[in-house]
């Protein structure tokens, strides 16, 4: 496999005025072609600097792909920089240069000189063309290095996406060859610590050294892919097994299984598809009343197209007068009680239960901090009730962390408590 070099070029990104979003798309579209990145790097877009890099990883059958700093500004140095660290000119392209033109008469506009660079291309090379931009996508060959590419890619993702994964994709895999991708199942934990996976996973997988494992960790969540090569011996009923022996050893918190294997891959479902598509099989509908949660469940769950189905809406109940007022939770227990209570969680779903005329409900309250807490009741500490006209359960919490983290994985507690009530329902026949 030619190593694969990734260089993210911007002064926004390393003095954190914006956030990266290239590595994980490119990481995750090369994997799925049997492709995987040897080295990424950040710089700063200033002289030299490109060049530098780009030399230092350039040798025969390397990749380098960088992103950004290809605009018409003066700050943008990237295609100077791949020149000088590959000794190949750059041309101006005359046919680049009147699209780019035209493009701009079409919307009323006219084109300065100064962007007169969009239009140089590598001598020795080839180009993409930017559909949504101006600064098309280069590609430097090397003469003193066979086999061996810079590939440089508009930084904004609106241009980059469309044109990595139309262009630029397709190109470099058909250029290297590079092998079928692994099989791949993952699984999909929730409320499951990292820790306590990998023990279970230890004797399971401990027959089995050539099998990959790599875990995404999230707040609440851990995904958890197991792979093989394609030419492995029996490399899908050997995956199948690892990952039916895993799910039997967390029966209650492995919400989805994806499969990737020589055919189209399995689509990937969080647990708010999980949980809202066990509503609409079963024609059934869900509300919330947040407290400490701010609307963090009502907001996942509408992320998703066609929620509208089977989620009824939400009420942020921050106040104990909108608890009392609009969830009729009683005066006497939020005076004994508190708002933070399992009295008051309680209520707060069978108040949503007849209001709203829904068929499930959460109810969250809890002390998300940084500040609020007591002795009796210490930030962190916070009551999750589910359920429906059958039955309300309620469960207490006292999680650490700072307050993102104390509200993030209460919303994953409530999701999970009421994804294990609807499977269990299922799985009973109710």
């Known amino acids: 496999m030619n190593p694969i070099h990734l260089v993210i070029i911007g002064d926004e990104l390393l003095a954190g005025k914006r956030q990266d979003k290239h590595l994980q798309r490119i990481a995750s579209t090369l994997a799925k072609r049997g492709a995987d990145l040897t080295t990424c790097e950040s710089i700063r877009d200033f002289p030299g600097a490109v060049t530098e890099t780009v030399k230092k990883n350039l040798a025969p059958n390397t990749l380098i792909i960088t992103t950004g700093g290809l605009g018409p500004t003066l700050d943008d140095l990237t295609r100077e920089g791949i020149s000088a660290a590959t000794g190949t000119g750059l041309r101006f392209d005359e046919s680049l240069w009147a699209n780019l033109k035209q ?32 600064a098309p996508g280069l590609v430097f060959e090397c003469e003193d290095f066979p086999n061996s590419l810079v590939v440089a890619l508009p930084g904004p993702p609106r241009e980059l996406n469309p044109m ?13 060859q590079w092998p079928a991708p692994p099989n791949r199942i993952l699984l999909r934990f929730i409320m499951a610590p990292e820790a306590g996976i990998d023990e279970k996973m230890r004797p399971v997988l401990v027959n089995y050294p050539d ?18 090569p394609s030419d492995f011996p029996n490399s899908i009923g050997v995956l199948r097994g690892i990952a039916d022996a895993t799910e039997d050893k967390f029966p209650k918190h492995v919400f989805s299984r994806a499969e990737s294997m020589d055919t189209e891959p399995d689509p ?73 209570s399992e009295c008051t969680a309680h209520e707060m779903v069978k108040g949503l239960l007849t209001d709203m005329s829904t068929d499930w409900g959460i109810g969250v309250t809890g002390v998300a901090g940084p500040g609020g807490g007591t002795q009796e009741k210490p930030v962190g ?50």
């Open 164 to 176: 990595w994964d139309d262009q630029a994709l397709p190109f470099l895999a058909q250029k290297y």
């Open 381 to 430: 500490l916070v009551y999750i009730a589910v359920g429906n006209q059958k039955r309300i359960e309620t469960k207490r919490f006292e999680f650490p962390g700072n307050r993102e983290f104390v509200r993030e994985l209460s919303a994953n507690a409530a999701l999970w408590i009421l994804w294990r009530r609807l499977i269990g329902e299922k799985e009973s026949g109710t």
């Open 211 to 228: 099998v990959g494992l790599s875990s995404l960790i999230r707040i609440g969540r851990v995904d958890v892919t197991l792979s093989l």
């Open 103 to 134: 493009r701009f008469e079409r919307r009323g506009r006219k084109i300065s000189d100064s962007s007169k660079s969009q239009a140089l291309v590598p001598e020795k090379g080839s180009f993409f063309q930017n559909h949504f931009g101006t």
């Open 268 to 340: 990937v479902s969080d647990l708010e598809e999980v949980v809202m598509q066990l509503l609409r099989e079963r024609g059934q509908t869900l509300s919330c009343a947040e407290s400490c949660t701010g609307g963090l469940i009502s907001k996942w769950l509408t992320d998703y197209p066609g929620s509208s189905d089977v989620f009824w809406g939400g009420l942020i109940a921050y106040d104990n007068s909108v608890k009392a007022n609009l969830l009729h939770v009683s005066e006497k227990t939020l005076a004994e009680e508190g708002a933070v």
